[in-house]
Structures are given as C-alpha cells and as structure tokens.
C-alpha cells in the first residue's frame, strides 16, 4: 500500500514537472541515465545576476515532504554521498554542475538543483526538476545538448557529424508530438516564424555546421533536431534543448525600424565592453548568408558608399549603424555581428512606410575650386532641442564639423532656430572638399534621422563672369519635398540670405583671386612663346651652316657671319663685280665684290675672311717652296 502510494506521489510530481519547468527560469536536464557503478554529470544553468552569482547552489533529493539537500555550494554533503558527490560554480557562465559517481539502484527518483534556500525560492522559479535513471545497459540513450539563452537575444547551436556527411543536406527542425518542422537548411528554407532571424552556417570542419537563431521568444523554447541528410529517411540527427528565459537585466534589441523612402533607419548592436578590439560588422540576410555591408575594419560594399556609417561607444559596449538614402531593396533583414569570445549577434527588419523625410537637403551641389560656398539643410520644429550637425563622411566614421560658435575660420556650420537651417559654409572651396556630407540630429549618444548631400568640386574658376552662370546652375537643384518655384519656402530664403552673406563678404577675396589668375597665366603663356621662339631661331642659324674645306681641315661658317648680303651674289644686284668660286659642301656658292659708282675705274680687292687669307698665305708658301726647290736644282746642274 504504501509503495502504490509513493508511485501515485512521484506520478504526480512528475505530471506538474512540464508546468513547472516551463515557467522557470533555471533550466538542466530533463532526465539523465547512469549505469551502476558508473558516474553522471548535471549541468544547472542560471541568470547571472550579481545576487544569482554570491547565492547558495544546492542538489537535492525529493519526498512526500520536502526536499533533502544532498550536496550544496557552501560545503555541505550529505553522509551517503561523501566522496562521491561534488558540487562546482561557474559564475562567469551563469551555471554549477553536480557530479555523482559509484551509483547504486538507490540513487534513483527525483531530484532538484537550485539557487538559494531548498524550499524557499522553489515557487520563485529558482529550482528545476531532473530524473534520474541507473541501468545496466552499456548503452545508454544520447542525451538532448543543452542551450540556455536570454529572450530577444541570440543562440548559437553547433553540430558536428564527420566528414562523411560533408556533401549532405544540414537542417535544424523543431520537434513536435508527430513531426519536425524545418527550421532552416543549406537550400534556405524555412519555417516562416523563422524568417530572417536564423542563419545556417558551413564550419570550418567538413560535416560541422552552426544555426544562429536571433530575437529569441518564449515559443522558441524546446527539442530541436539538428541533422545531415533527411530527417526519418537518411542521415543522422541529434537532439538539442533550448530554454530561454526572460531577464529584463539587458536593453530588449530592436526587432523592426521603420524609415520613409529617401530617409534613414538607426540601429542600435550590442557587445561585450571587454572585447572592443574585436570585430565588429553589420549584414544583410539572405537565404544562404549574410552579405556583409560594413566593418570596424573600415570595409564598406561599393554600393554603400555615402550612404552608410558604424559609431563606435566601447564605454557602453554599443555600435550604432545609419543607413540613409533608403530605397526599396534596403528592406529586408539585417544582422549585427561580432567575432568575440562572448559573441553578440542580433538581427533587425528594416521596413519602409509611407511618409517623406522630415530633414530636407539638396542631393547634389556643383561648385568650383576657390569658390565661397554655403549649402543649408532644413528641419522641423521636433527636432528645436536636438542637437543638430554636418559631417563629412567617409568608410570609417562621419565626424561632426565645427560649429559657428567656436569661431573657426574656412569651414563652419551656423544654425538659425528661427527659420530651422543649419548652414554649412566654405569661405574657399578646394578638391579635397568633394564628397558625400551629412545633416543629421542627435541626442547624447543617440543618433536620429540623417540626409546625405553629394558636393563635386569642379576646376579652377578662370573667368569671374562665370560665377553667375554656376550660381543659377546650383539654384536650379531641387530639394526633395520643396517646390522649385517658390523662393519664399523656408530653405530658399535661408539659402538666398546666406548666398548674399557669403557674396557680401568674400566678393572682394574672389576679385583678387581671380584677376590675380588671370594676370599670371597670360605671363607664363607669353614666356613659353619666347622661349619656343628663340629655340627655333638658333635651330635655323644652325641648319643655316655649311661645312667648308679650308687647307686640310673643315668648318661651319654660317651665312649670317658674312658683311652684306648685297656682297655676295644675289641676282638683283645692279653693280656686279669679278666672281670668286668657292666649293663649299656639295653645292656652289659665289662670293662678289661690288663697287659704288663713283669708285668706278679704281682697282677693286676682293674681301677675303682670315680662313681665306691664310689658306691664299698657305698657297703662297708652296709657290715659293717650289721655286727655291726648282732653282736650286738648276744650279747644281753642270753647264753644257
């Protein structure tokens, strides 16, 4: 009688376990089998909060009455289990494991690891129910892994199954009382709860894979099989057990951000403080992967160029990604991600609603180099107490500028409360300015709605009478939601009173500028011209030349070197003396001399050169060599 009576109890501890262990916050095995003689191994998982982690850990056995601690974390073991039961704390990991070897029959029934007082905490969820088996079969059932996770964050599962099952189909399902639904697989489907929350990753190791399921919910707890192959058909599978629990320790993450076409969404990722040097990325999700947009590292996809920026807070363990200029393929789901220890990984829908953004900004701008510039963005009356700024953007952050009030010079930013502007303004522009510019709002660290403005900066402005023509260029761009034609909108006068405060007060820089230009390059065209003037000339002087025999050597006598042209052989001439023929190169050449009318009778003398005279003074000497020689022969002859 009395052994029914302890069946029908342990019946009915067993029916309320479900129940009990549904709502609780700690969370073990359901049921563990040992062989006897052998040893076992329980795992008690619990929020790590600072009162969970200096409080008593504690296992024991349950009655008709109540709940006898065998072993606990403040030292105390039972007289049956001394040397054969240890307890031991990871606080770091929000988990204590109990070990009991040398198991007799006697050791089974039910049993109860906690935190705090055995009875006290057993209604606040701080205890939760295990059955234990003792058998002698060598080969015992395989154990569910277990997975314990906070509510709205994430879990990461991991399977491994040999490189033969390398090549074979990896899924996770969710068991129920006569199937298991698909999860996710290698081919993308899914089960629509799970859409772009779960990802299915090939590891490293052939035939190992891990699912990442983010936004966890209550619903999500229970058994899962993770497998190779085709679940009841091929393959191998293994079950895994998730609980998750709700904790309002940690800020809930966001599950979906609304943004307005041509606008921009703000997200918010968590990480551990610690590991801040680690890295940090955000990516689309898609069937097969995440498609990573930008890093810490400074990478960003070439689409996203000015479109997308990371702020970093290590002091709160957060990263902040703006992504602006939304169009219809930004919605979908995106994942932040870290590769720390404690890794972080969470997921977020964007949508896109109806409306128009409420900052209103100039897409593009086209101005010179040299040029003053002041370009203006609008906001509404609910943005009156943010705090408002420019920043130029670039792949690793977008840095506010300066504001007006700290009185820097070259590029400033004003705002006028009154007509809602924030003026950017450059007193010259120059190349490097070229490129994407944000207006946005914030609040502390919180970052709020943003609009992007492209500059191009165009060459040199030479010509002073081209500055109207580029100003009616750039007042020609619309502002989205503005009409073009109304100057009196809001934009367009705080637009028109900084054109002519800025005009007003560098039109007399860009005078000088410009004339300053406009006076040197017309120099340094003019000296180019005579140093290309003057290159020629000696280049003709030159190819003037010949080269003439004069005894037994050669020159170049150039035909500028001679007195007069009229001297020597131009057919015009009207008074033409004897001719002298000169062979000089391959071609003849005649030199004259001419006598003006009244030496008409006299003897005229040729002009030779000093080459010429010392070739006639080289003639001569031979003449005479020759009649020495010839007398002298003469006279050594014998008379006849």
Request: glycine share 8%; with cysteine.
């Amino acid at each position: 009688m009395a052994l029914l009576f302890f069946v029908l109890v342990l019946s009915f501890i067993q029916a309320e376990f479900e129940s009990v262990s549904a709502s609780n916050i700690l969370f073990g095995p359901k049921q563990i089998t040992g062989l006897v003689d052998g040893s076992v191994s329980i795992k008690c998982f619990y929020p790590p909060t600072s009162v969970n982690i200096h409080s008593r850990k504690y296992w024991c056995k349950e009655s008709t009455r109540r709940c006898y601690t065998i072993i606990s974390s403040n030292g105390f073991v039972l007289k049956d289990y001394k040397d054969r039961a240890s307890i031991t704390d990871f606080p770091e990991n929000g988990m204590f494991i109990i070990e009991i070897s040398d198991l007799k029959y006697k050791d089974m029934g039910l049993y109860r690891c906690g935190v705090g007082l055995n009875n006290f905490d057993y209604e606040r969820g701080l205890s939760f129910n295990v059955k234990l088996e003792i058998t002698q079969d060598p080969v015992l059932p395989e154990e569910a892994q277990l997975y314990y996770a906070e509510q709205q964050k994430t879990v990461i599962m991991t399977c491994d199954f040999g490189v033969q099952y390398a090549s074979y189909r990896k899924y996770l399902c969710k068991m129920a009382k006569t199937n298991c639904y698909n999860v996710i697989d290698t081919y993308g489907n899914g089960g629509p709860s799970y859409l772009g929350r779960v990802l299915l990753t090939n590891l490293a190791t052939p035939g190992s894979f891990s699912v990442i399921m983010s936004q966890l919910k209550k619903e999500d707890s229970g058994l899962y099989l993770c497998g190779v192959g085709n679940y009841g058909t091929e393959g191998e599978s293994k079950q895994l057990d998730l609980h998750v629990y709700e904790s309002g320790l940690a800020p809930n993450q966001q599950s979906v951000v609304n943004g307005v076409q041509g606008g921009s969404v703000t997200v918010v990722c968590h990480y551990d403080p610690k590991e801040n040097d680690t890295l940090k990325y955000w990516c689309k999700w898609k069937k097969h992967g995440c498609t990573e947009l930008i890093s810490s590292y400074g990478y960003i996809q070439d689409s996203y160029e000015g479109r997308i920026v990371m702020h970093d807070d290590p002091e709160n363990g957060t990263f902040t990604i703006i992504l602006n200029q939304l169009q219809t393929d930004d919605i979908g789901y995106y994942w932040c991600m870290t590769d720390g220890k404690m890794e972080r990984k969470s997921s977020v829908e964007v949508k896109i609603v109806e409306g128009q953004p409420t900052l209103l900004t100039k897409k593009e701008v086209q101005t010179i180099a040299g040029s003053p510039l002041s370009i203006s963005c609008s906001y509404p009356c609910k943005y009156s107490t943010y705090e408002k700024y420019w920043c130029k953007w670039n792949n690793t952050e977008c840095k506010p500028l300066i504001s007006s009030e700290q009185n820097q010079t070259g590029l400033v930013v004003s705002c006028d409360k009154d007509s809602g502007i924030l003026s950017l303004n450059f007193d010259q522009v120059t190349p490097i300015d070229q490129g994407w510019y944000w207006c946005g709002v914030k609040r502390g660290q919180q970052y709020g709605e943003t609009i992007a403005l492209h500059l191009q900066v165009q060459g040199v402005l030479l010509n002073f009478e081209e500055a109207p023509k580029i100003n009616e260029d750039l007042n020609g761009i619309a502002v989205p939601g503005v009409n073009p034609v109304n100057r009196n909108s809001p934009l367009d006068k705080a637009n028109q009173a900084a054109e002519s405060e800025t005009s007003s007060g560098s039109q007399t820089e860009n005078k000088n500028s410009v004339i300053l230009l406009a006076t040197l390059i017309p120099f340094g065209i003019v000296f180019l011209l005579l140093i290309t003037v003057f290159t020629i000339k000696k280049f003709r002087l030159f190819g003037n030349s010949d080269l003439v025999s004069v005894g037994s050597y050669r020159t170049n006598i150039s035909m500028t070197e001679f007195e007069n042209v009229r001297q020597y052989g131009a057919k015009e001439n009207v008074n033409v003396g004897e001719f002298h023929e000169t062979q000089m190169g391959k071609k003849d050449e005649y030199s004259s001399t001419s006598g003006s009318p009244k030496e008409d009778g006299k003897s005229k003398k040729t002009k030779r050169g000093s080459k010429e005279e010392a070739e006639m003074a080289y003639t001569t000497f031979l003449l005479q060599s020759d009649n020495i020689a010839s007398k002298v022969s003469s006279s050594d002859q014998p008379a006849e």
